[in-house]
């Protein structure tokens, strides 16, 4: 994702409104590898601004979204979640605390047999890997 005051500038250059609201977002984004919700960004953004509201986190996310500079992502975790990482890479997901990781692979060399195509042309591909966080595993294992 761009920094904070490049997000601002390419706002105003698609004829969007530019808050002080959505700048603090742009910040809370920022590096954030946490694959925030909406709500735990704005869990974040009332503290600073408490009026803020949960449709102006969800609008703002999907602007971003919609200009390709955070991905949505459904990991099935209950809540959709936002990456800002935008490199390509694939995702670690706790089932039971629903940690989000990033995961890098190289997956260039995978094939789609033609046959199960069936004239469909594959484009990106998305894998997610599903198990235990280190911490859940240990507390699995007291149990």
Request: proline content about 5%.
């Given at each position: 994702?761009?920094?904070?005051?490049?997000?601002?500038?390419?706002?105003?250059?698609?004829?969007?409104?530019?808050?002080?609201?959505?700048?603090?977002?742009?910040?809370?984004?920022?590096?954030?590898?946490?694959h925030p919700t909406a709500e735990s960004v704005h869990a974040e953004?009332?503290?600073?601004?408490?009026?803020?509201?949960?449709?102006?986190?969800?609008?703002?996310?999907?602007?971003?979204?919609?200009?390709?500079?955070?991905?949505?992502?459904?990991?099935?975790?209950?809540?959709?979640?936002?990456?800002?990482?935008?490199?390509?890479?694939?995702?670690?997901?706790c089932t039971r605390c629903h940690l989000v990781r990033d995961l890098y692979l190289d997956i260039d060399d995978v094939m789609i047999p033609k046959e199960q195509l069936q004239g469909f042309k594959a484009g990106t591909a998305e894998i997610t890997f599903r198990g235990l966080c280190a911490k859940c595993l240990v507390e699995v294992s007291e149990d």
């Open positions: 994702m761009r920094s904070p005051e490049e997000l601002v500038k390419s706002f105003r250059e698609h004829g969007l409104k530019v808050t002080p609201q959505r700048e603090r977002i742009f910040r809370i984004l920022q590096a954030n590898e946490s953004l009332v503290r600073e601004m408490p009026s803020v509201s949960l449709k102006t986190v969800y609008q703002t996310l999907h602007e971003l979204a919609d200009m390709g500079e955070i991905s949505s992502l459904d990991l099935g975790t209950g809540s959709s979640r936002f990456d800002p990482n935008q490199s390509t890479h694939h995702h670690l997901v």
